[in-house]
C-alpha cells in the first residue's frame, strides 16, 4: 500500500523519482501494490485509533492529493502510475484540503463532503484553509519551516484583547478573508525601512491564528457531526496537531467522544495505508492501542560496556534510586524499549526531569536548544489526570491541552506558561511499567505523580532510535546528569574526561585521543571545544583507514610501521579499530 501526496496528473515534474532505480523491497507493478488517495488514507488512519466503530471523521490539512474530480482513489499502482505519466492536455487540479467522512468499519466508509484549493505556484499568497493560515503566518513570524508549535505556544503571550479577523461565518461557511496581511504593515515594526514584526506584534498576530484555527476547526468538528448525525468523532491531518484546538473540540460538550491517532499529521498516511489493505482482504481488523512501534533491540550491555568504558560507566538502578535522583534535580535521557510512533508520542525516548524546580524549564529548553519562553509539558499516571488537571482523561500520545489551577503550579513552577496551560501526557501500567513505576515511586515522595517529558533529541534532529545513538547523544550533552538504558544507569566517566581535557591521555606531544560520535562530531562539552581551536585536521572515516598530517594523506597502516611515529603503537592500534576514537593532530 502507497500514497503518494505531491504526484498528480501532470505533476510529476522533477521531483525525486516515483520509483528509485535502486528499489527492490518488492516489485512496484504488482497487482497486490495499491495507491490510495491522501485524504483517504488520513481517514483510515483515524478509524484505526477511534474506540467506536461507527464514527465520523475529520481531516484537515495544509493540501492532500490534487485530481480533478476531487474524489478519493484506490487503484493498483501500475494504473496510478500510467495516469500521472500520461497525461496529454492541461488537467484543471483541486488539492482536498478538508474532507469528512461518515464509516462503520466493514460496512461503509463515505466520503460526505470536502474542500479544495487550487495548486498555486505561491501557496503562500493565498489562505484557503486553516493549514494554509497556519503555515503563512508560522513561517513570517519565525522565517522557516515546522514552527507551528512554536506558533501556538507564542500566542499565549499576547495582551492585546481585540484580534485580527481573520474569517467569518457567512450560511453556515467558513469564508476566508485576504485582505488582514496588508493591514500587518501599519502595525508597530522594529524596523521603518524593512517589514519586521515587534514582538508585541508577533504575539498579536499568532494569537489571532490561533483563536481563527480553534473556531474554524470546531466549525467543521460541528458540521461534521451534522452531516453523518454521528457523536463520535475521530480527527487526522496536520491541522491536529495544534492541542488547542482538539481541546476547545472536546470541551465544546457536542461529542461523546473525540480519538485522534499517535500520528495527525503525514507520518500516520503508513498506517492508514497498512489498515486500508487489512480492511479490504477483510483480515482480523485490530485496533491501534499502543505507539510503541519501533524495532526492538536486543540490550546486550557487555558489548556496550566494552565499546564505551573509557567514557562512561553501566551499573544496573531501580526506580527508587531514579526517583530520587529527579527529586534532587538531575536531568535525565530515557532510551527503552521500542520507540514511539508520533510527532509527541514520548515514553520510550524521553528526557525527564522533576516538575518542582522552575529551573527545569530553563534547562531543557537549554539543552534542546528552544526559545526560553518554549514550554515543557508533563507525563503522568492517568488515574492522576483528573486530579490535577482540567481536561480529557486520556491523552496517551500528548494530543490534548489541560488546564493547571493555581495552587498546582505553584507546586510544579515547570509547568508555568502565561494561558495556564499544559500538553499531558497520560501513562497506563501496561503502556510501560517501569517508567509507570517511576512516576509510583516520585509520587510518593512527593505527592504528586507527574514529571515533565520532552522528546530525546536536539533541534531539527530525529528522535533517538537505538542505544548506540543514545550514548553518544548523551555523552555530547553535559546538561543531562545521567542515560537510562533499560534498566541500566549510564554515568559519565569524568576522571576520563577531564584527562583529555587537561591534555593527560596523550599518546606524545602532538596526539591525544578524543571520543568518535556516529555524526563525525567530537565534542564532549564545551570547555572541551574552546580547547581545541588550534586543531589543524580530524580524521572523520569509518574505519579509520587513513591519517591526515599536514595536508597529506597517508595510508594507516603505514604510518603504524613509520619508525618516526613509534609513539603510534599497537595499544593505540587495538583502541582504533574498535572505530571509537578520533586522532586530532594538534600543530606545535
Given amino acids: 500500500m502507497s500514497s503518494f501526496q ?6 510529476v515534474g522533477f521531483q525525486h523519482s516515483v520509483i528509485e532505480e535502486d528499489f527492490d523491497d518488492f516489485d512496484p507493478y504488482s497487482n497486490n501494490h495499491y495507491v490510495i488517495s491522501h485524504h483517504l488514507a488520513h481517514a483510515y488512519c483515524a478509524s484505526s485509533y477511534a474506540p467506536k466503530k461507527e464514527i465520523c471523521v475529520l481531516v484537515s490539512d495544509y493540501a492532500g492529493s490534487a485530481t480533478e474530480e476531487l474524489e478519493d482513489y484506490e487503484m493498483k499502482f501500475s494504473e496510478w502510475y500510467n495516469s ?9 487540479l483541486k488539492s482536498e484540503n478538508l474532507s469528512i467522512y461518515k464509516i462503520k468499519l466493514g460496512e461503509y466508509f463515505d466520503l460526505k463532503y470536502r474542500e479544495s484549493q487550487i495548486p498555486h505556484p505561491n501557496n503562500f499568497s493565498i489562505i484557503q484553509s486553516v493549514g494554509a493560515l497556519y503555515e503563512n503566518v508560522s513561517r513570517l513570524i519565525f522565517n522557516k519551516e515546522g514552527q507551528h508549535g512554536s506558533l501556538m505556544a507564542l500566542a499565549a503571550y ?63 468538528a460541528k458540521k461534521a457531526s451534522e452531516l453523518t448525525g454521528l457523536k463520535d ?17 472536546y470541551n465544546s460538550s457536542f461529542f461523546d467522544s473525540v480519538s485522534l491517532p499517535s500520528a495527525p499529521n503525514d ?9 486500508w489493505g487489512a480492511v479490504k482482504l477483510k483480515d482480523q481488523v485490530n485496533k491501534v492501542t499502543t505507539d510503541r512501534l519501533g524495532i526492538k533491540y536486543e540490550l546486550d ?108 503550579l505553584r507546586k510544579m513552577p515547570a509547568l508555568e506558561h502565561p494561558d495556564n496551560t499544559t500538553r499531558c501526557q497520560t501513562l497506563d501500567y501496561e503502556d510501560d511499567p517501569w517508567l509507570y513505576d517511576l512516576i509510583t515511586k516520585f509520587k510518593e515522595m512527593t505527592g504528586l505523580g507527574v514529571l515533565v517529558n520532552t522528546s530525546f533529541n536536539g533541534p531539527d534532529e530525529p528522535i533517538i532510535e537505538n542505544y548506540n545513538q543514545a550514548i553518544d547523544w548523551y555523552l555530547k550533552k553535559i546538561d543531562v546528569d545521567y542515560l537510562l538504558i533499560d534498566n541500566y544507569l549510564v554515568e559519565r566517566n569524568n576522571y576520563f574526561i577531564e584527562a583529555i581535557r587537561d591534555n593527560k591521555y596523550r599518546i606524545n606531544n602532538n596526539i591525544f585521543i578524543l571520543r568518535k560520535f556516529n555524526d563525525g562530531s567530537h565534542n564532549l562539552n564545551d570547555d572541551l571545544i574552546l580547547s581545541l581551536n588550534d586543531i589543524s585536521l580530524i580524521i572523520k572515516e569509518e574505519p579509520l583507514k587513513r591519517l591526515f598530517l599536514f ?37 606545535s
Avoid at 475521530?234 to 481541546?247: D, V
Avoid at 603503537?569 to 586522532?583: D, G, S, T, V
Fill in 233 to 249: 468523532i475521530a480527527l487526522a491531518g496536520g491541522s491536529f496537531l495544534n492541542i488547542l484546538a482538539n481541546s476547545k473540540i
Fill in 158 to 220: 499576547n495582551k492585546r484583547k481585540e484580534l485580527i479577523k481573520i474569517f467569518e461565518e457567512e450560511d453556515g461557511e467558513i469564508i476566508y478573508h485576504n485582505n488582514w496581511q496588508q493591514m500587518l504593515y501599519k502595525l508597530p515594526s522594529n524596523n521603518n525601512d524593512k517589514f519586521t514584526l515587534t514582538d508585541e506584534t508577533k504575539f498579536y498576530l499568532a494569537d489571532s491564528c490561533q483563536n481563527a484555527a480553534e473556531n474554524i476547526l470546531l466549525h467543521y
Fill in 301 to 408: 550491555i557487555d558489548i556496550l560496556n566494552k565499546e564505551h568504558k573509557n567514557f562512561i560507566s553501566f551499573k544496573k538502578t531501580n526506580t527508587h534510586e531514579v526517583a530520587k535522583l529527579i527529586f534532587d534535580g538531575k536531568i535525565f535521557a530515557r532510551c527503552s524499549g521500542r520507540s514511539e510512533f508520533g510527532p509527541r508520542a514520548l515514553g520510550g525516548r524521553s528526557i525527564l526531569a522533576s516538575p518542582l524546580l522552575d529551573s527545569t524549564k530553563n534547562k531543557l529548553n537549554k539543552i534542546k536548544k528552544r526559545q526560553s519562553w518554549r514550554p515543557v509539558a508533563p507525563i503522568i499516571l492517568k488515574e492522576e489526570i483528573g486530579n490535577i488537571f482540567h481536561g480529557p482523561l486520556n491523552s496517551s500520545w500528548m494530543t490534548f491541552s489541560y488546564n493547571i489551577s493555581d495552587s498546582n
Fill in 84 to 92: 500521472i505519466i500520461e497525461c496529454k492536455k492541461p488537467v484543471k
Fill in 267 to 275: 507520518a500516520g498516511i503508513s498506517i492508514g495505508c497498512a489498515f
Fill in 6 to 11: 505531491g504526484t498528480a496528473r501532470g505533476g
Fill in 551 to 587: 595536508n597529506q594523506t597517508l595510508n594507516f597502516n603505514d604510518k603504524l610501521l613509520d619508525n618516526k611515529n613509534s609513539n603510534l603503537h599497537f595499544e593505540l592500534y587495538n583502541l582504533l579499530i574498535y572505530k571509537f576514537f578520533l586522532i586530532n593532530e594538534v600543530l
